[in-house]
């Protein structure tokens, strides 16, 4: 097959055009420094022409190739005519494959998919890590499950790794950019390079990743139907990731845009800190989901060695020119193509390594209950029994205790004012060893964090922590306060405050009731109660594909 590799001189198209040399195929490579092009040619037996994306695209056409890479980029600083390359592939009836890791670029590629499938050829983004990777990985671990949770990719390089500038540029572009995450069930609003998490990649080897958007976050919510998707990339160097993190809130802040000069510096510092850290990097692939009534984690890691990761971003395209004859023809992003195992063996003469586990996964509260947990109504059963994040949706009435110790207390915890028939959002996310809560009663938002310490529960609203006695009884949960901390400093059981809070089910569902009453008899603090129901997804494909691909149309958005 006669394929022209795009920016075949840059970090990943050179691989790309190693690889495709080595599997026999007939290799172009492309670039606008001829020079550089052909002594990357002579030195792996390949033809090199000099062609400009932005200008004249005539000597890509006079090699008549079968498919056409794009391995240049950036995606996002395509201009106005973005996909202007792949619809001139389908014009003349070539194949065409992208390395963009762009959500806007892959997604859109979708616009050209009726006049690629009257061509009779396929043109498909994100033939890269993500999505085209991921995806064969999160299909593979998601089967045998009924229904998804969580989706959480994470890429980690080794500090080793070259870096391009396309590559530095598109990192740069998206950290402190907001963007939309789907998280339990909805789409909110987040920052890209933050919330970092912690990795495993193998033993004794561990990174953290922050999060950034990439085409997953924009399509897995519909092709896998997963309450929960995330994606991080992160860097080995901790300084780095932390040079990143800073420059993600002072964008946030001010608004400053990333132009050349600032990806020609942080290029320069970063290329500057390459004798530290190693060529070790990786990828993880974790998927939650439930099944025969439980949740299970099932996790892909993939760990290259000795300089082997840039070739992972090379490895899909390799894998579907080699499969080519079963490529459908049509246009989209590069989703569940073919078989992990097939990824898998396209790496196969490379330092690269695989490992797969799952296990069951056991929440805070059916952990901390055991068999009690089995004798909640089922409602109260499910709003404990989550991964990720999960959201519950309702209405609430609130009373506010009158004296000034209630008003005091209410202020310092920012309890809601008094209200009938409040809008109420409740949102859980898992943290390393807990949970926190995030109770939205019309606007008015609080949070806490829960844990299970010494064999209890207990939730933080910081400075403040408490012992949370839970208990079953009657068919409701009762979390009545056992003990408390002011910082460090236990609180005499004089000053703890009463809860008289349960959990049940009724004809409508989940209901609660929240009553705290201050210490030394002063009185009401604040009660709600109300009804909650969960944000679900009636099936693993069972979302509006055409709601999730425009996340702006998501009705009620959390920032």
Not at 423 to 439: F, H, L, N, S
């Amino acid at each position: 097959m006669k394929v022209v590799v795009l920016g075949g001189t840059g970090v990943f198209g050179s691989r790309l055009a190693e690889l495709l040399v080595r599997d026999g195929q007939d290799v172009t490579i492309a670039a606008r420094d001829l020079k550089r092009a052909e002594a990357l040619a002579r030195r792996l037996g390949a033809r090199a022409i000099r062609v400009d994306l932005g200008s004249d695209l005539a000597p890509l056409w006079a090699e008549a190739p079968d498919a056409v890479v794009d391995a240049a980029g950036p995606f996002h600083a395509y201009g106005a005519d973005p996909w202007r390359l792949p619809r001139a592939c389908i014009a003349r009836g070539i194949n065409y494959l992208d390395l963009a890791d762009e959500a806007e670029f892959c997604a859109g590629i979708a616009t050209l998919d009726g006049a690629a499938k009257a061509a009779g050829t396929f043109a498909l983004s994100g033939v890269s890590s993500v999505p085209a990777l991921s995806s064969a990985a999160v299909d593979a671990l998601a089967k045998g499950m009924d229904r998804l949770e969580e989706i959480d990719t994470a890429i980690l390089p080794g500090n080793r790794a070259p870096r391009g500038r396309s590559v530095v540029g598109a990192i740069l572009a998206r950290t402190g950019t907001p963007f939309r995450l789907w998280q339990g069930a909805a789409w909110e609003e987040r920052r890209g390079w933050s919330d970092p998490r912690a990795y495993r990649l193998g033993p004794g080897l561990h990174r953290r990743g922050y999060l950034i958007e990439v085409p997953d976050t924009r399509l897995f919510p519909a092709r896998f139907g997963a309450h929960s998707v995330s994606f991080r990339a992160g860097l080995e160097l901790p300084v780095m990731n932390a040079g990143l993190a800073l420059l993600s809130r002072l964008r946030a802040a001010t608004g400053i845009a990333v132009g050349p000069r600032i990806v020609a510096l942080t290029r320069g510092m970063a290329l500057m800190l390459w004798p530290f850290g190693s060529a070790q990097g990786g990828m993880v692939v974790r998927v939650i989901g439930r099944k025969d009534g439980g949740l299970i984690r099932a996790e892909w890691r993939l760990l290259a060695e000795a300089g082997a990761g840039p070739y992972v971003p090379a490895i899909a395209a390799r894998a579907i020119l080699r499969a080519a004859s079963r490529i459908p023809s049509g246009a989209g992003p590069a989703l569940t193509m073919l078989p992990l195992a097939e990824f898998e063996a396209a790496m196969a003469d490379l330092s690269i390594g695989f490992s797969r586990d799952n296990h069951p996964v056991q929440p805070l509260f059916p952990a901390h209950l055991g068999v009690a947990f089995k004798e909640l109504p089922g409602a109260v059963r499910r709003s404990h029994d989550w991964a990720g994040c999960f959201r519950l949706d309702g209405r609430a009435t609130v009373t506010r205790g009158r004296g000034l110790a209630a008003r005091l207390v209410a202020a310092i915890f920012r309890f809601p004012p008094e209200g009938a028939d409040v809008p109420v959002r409740v949102t859980k996310r898992a943290a390393p060893d807990g949970e926190i809560w995030e109770r939205d009663f019309g606007g008015r938002i609080f949070r806490s964090y829960l844990a299970r310490r010494r064999g209890a529960i207990t939730e933080r609203f910081d400075p403040f922590t408490f012992v949370i006695g839970l208990t079953v009884r009657d068919g409701a949960l009762h979390f009545p306060v056992a003990g408390g901390w002011l910082g460090p400093l236990p609180l005499p059981r004089v000053l703890m405050p009463v809860s008289i809070a349960t959990e049940t089910e009724d004809e409508g569902g989940f209901r609660f009731d929240v009553e705290l009453r201050a210490p030394l008899g002063l009185g009401l603090i604040v009660r709600y109660r109300g009804r909650i129901n969960p944000r679900e997804n009636s099936s693993r494909f069972g979302i509006d594909d055409e709601k999730l691909a425009n996340p702006a149309d998501s009705s009620r958005q959390n920032p």
